[in-house]
């Protein structure tokens, strides 16, 4: 076989690497000279002649130019289905990388996958992303129960400093939950849809324990968790209180009534702080445009319950279908959310003796400064605009929160007990 018809039976055997035919032809010295004219023709340069030949040679031309039509073809007839799963496939890692990215960046992204609305054919919608502060808390906890049972993700932001971890115990390892020991007066990032800040001590012997901690969570806190919410562009629910009213000189109060508070007293770190969170959450929702939601919690009790907290008790942690409905529902609120029931200290009294002890002593002292006299919710609001209101009396309830504080305390005692044991028995 001569050189030349080497290279002619290379071209034709490896058409897939000419460049490396030439290279092999260059190196055995047999490049065809570029200065002879074929046939007396302008002549082609080699860089053009070369993929010519390539692309004419075996009918590729034709085979490439049927594989576009056909291509075509596909694309025109599916597509919604294509284009629909291909933007799932964006959301889906715009939604990773967002959680997983800090910065400004973050924030577009997380705009994006929120705003996408269609949701992709063949795909379930997904749960929301809610960060719940003071989710390790009494009404917190049930709260996150309520989202985990409902399918969100839910983010607790807790310091622990009333809350405790075995309130969200029951939901570690599931991959929709997570929870950060961090306090709100610091800033935190986080890629959410809806945020329920309730983050702050709730009961007097809490939030009297440290009054500028108190206020700083509350004013500071509040103000970062509303930051977090204008970066991210999420839904925010702030759970303020019924001590807003102070000590209220209108009964029952409606969420109308200014109130009359001390700002100087014992109790103002908290009551002021709460009216305070109000006024941030407002001016939020005026100056930046941001989806907000207030509600007024007026005395909760329930199982969770810190054992120590000592606030008067009227209403059932029911409370917390009121949030899911305000948060979800139009309305910005200020909303009561709590139980008109009303009664005496000595009817409540006589309550606790008949349910838990017939024999506890019932002592009379005198009231702390600043407690309020008398508090009643008007609950028209709650009921007319998010058809809520609470469900369940004292006298079915308190038994509830009974057990539970039974097994913690007896359960507890009885754990020391057998360890004391198992200690001697070595
Ligand atoms: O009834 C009300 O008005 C109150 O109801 C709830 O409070 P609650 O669940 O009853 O009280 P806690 O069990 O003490 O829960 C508060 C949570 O906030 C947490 N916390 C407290 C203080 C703080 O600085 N940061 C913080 O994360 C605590 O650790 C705890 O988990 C809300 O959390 C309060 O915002 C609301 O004012």
Redesign the pocket.
């Known amino acids: 076989m001569t050189p030349s018809s080497e290279l002619i039976h290379r071209g034709g055997g490896h058409d897939a690497h000419p460049a490396a035919d030439e290279a092999a032809a260059a190196t055995a010295g047999h490049y065809p000279s570029p200065n002879k004219p074929p046939h007396g023709k302008a002549p082609l340069p080699p860089w053009l002649a070369r993929p010519l030949r390539y692309v004419a040679g075996e009918q590729r031309l034709l085979f490439t130019l049927l594989g576009m039509a056909l291509a075509s073809l596909v694309f025109l007839l599916a597509p919604s289905s294509s284009s629909s799963s291909s933007s799932a496939a964006s959301v889906a890692a715009v939604g990773l990388a967002a959680r997983h990215s800090g910065g400004s960046s973050s924030v577009s992204m997380g705009a994006v996958a929120r705003h996408q609305g269609r949701v992709p054919l063949g795909l379930k919608r997904k749960g929301l992303r809610v960060v719940v ?9 049930h709260l996150v129960d309520r989202l985990m049972e409902r399918g969100d993700s839910v983010i607790v ?8 971890k075995e ?1 969200v115990l029951h939901h570690a390892g599931n991959p929709r939950f997570e929870m950060i020991r961090h ?3 610091e800033p935190i990032l986080l890629e959410v849809d809806q945020i329920y ?7 007097p012997v ?1 939030y009297k324990h440290n009054p500028v ?2 206020i700083k ?1 509350n004013v500071v ?1 509040t103000l970062n968790m509303l930051g977090l919410a204008k970066r991210v562009g999420a839904r925010f629910l702030l ?5 807003v009213y102070g000590d209220p000189l209108q009964h029952p109060q409606v969420e109308t009534y200014w109130g009359n508070v001390n700002p100087i007293g014992v109790r103002s770190c908290y009551d002021e702080g ?1 009216r305070t969170a109000e006024t941030l959450t407002m001016d939020y929702h005026r100056g930046a445009n941001l989806e907000v939601r207030i509600a ?5 009790y329930g199982p ?3 054992i120590d ?1 000592g ?1 008067v008790v009227s209403n059932f942690v029911a409370q917390v279908e009121g949030l899911m409905k305000l948060m979800e529902g139009d309305h910005v609120g200020p909303f009561n959310l709590g139980n008109p029931g009303e009664f005496t200290m000595l009817e409540l009294a006589k309550v606790v003796q008949d349910t838990i002890d017939p024999n506890a002593r019932i002592e009379f002292r005198p009231n702390t400064a600043d407690d309020p006299h008398k508090r009643k919710p008007d609950i028209t609001r709650a009921k007319d605009m998010l058809g809520w209101e609470p469900k369940i009396s004292l006298r079915k309830g308190l038994p509830l929160m009974v057990q539970d504080f039974r097994n913690r305390i007896f359960g507890d005692q009885q754990q020391q007990h057998n360890s004391k044991e198992d200690a001697g028995d070595h």
């Open positions: 502060t003071g989710g390790a808390g009494f009404v917190g906890s932001v807790d310091n622990l400093f009333t809350g405790r309130n306090d709100v007066v800040h309730l983050a702050c001590p709730a009961s809490h901690k108190t969570t806190g759970t303020s209180t019924s001590e709460k007024r919690i007026f005395n909760t969770r319950m810190c907290d606030r």
